[in-house]
């Protein structure tokens, strides 16, 4: 778990609590990262089954879901590199807050070990 501040024009608008899922298979976080697709309408049922595979990180506020991340990791010949398709959802209440970029760079430090 890593708690880090929001700011805003200066003033802390919320505090994020960042959780890492990668292959965790974690019932509770995965539980909530579908309830939070399914409340957004992002995806289908199969798309939530295949996010939830790939569920990286989370991004709580106040106990609820306000961010989520998933990422696919794969190896690409061409350039013998490991790569990683990442995303990242985060919602409308939050978006104004660097939660996003926060997320994006929580989930990149806890995976660099692959």
Known sequence: MFIVDALSSGSVVAE???RFAWERRDAAMER???AFWRALGAFGPEQVAERTSELCA???ADGEVAGVSTVRLFEFRPL???LAFYRTMVASGFRQQQLASLL???SRDQLRGW
Do not use: E, L, P
């Open 16 to 18: 994020f609590d960042f």
């Open 32 to 34: 909530d990262a579908q």
């Open 58 to 60: 989370m991004a709580y």
């Open 80 to 82: 013998r590199a490991r």
């Open 104 to 106: 994006c760079v929580y």
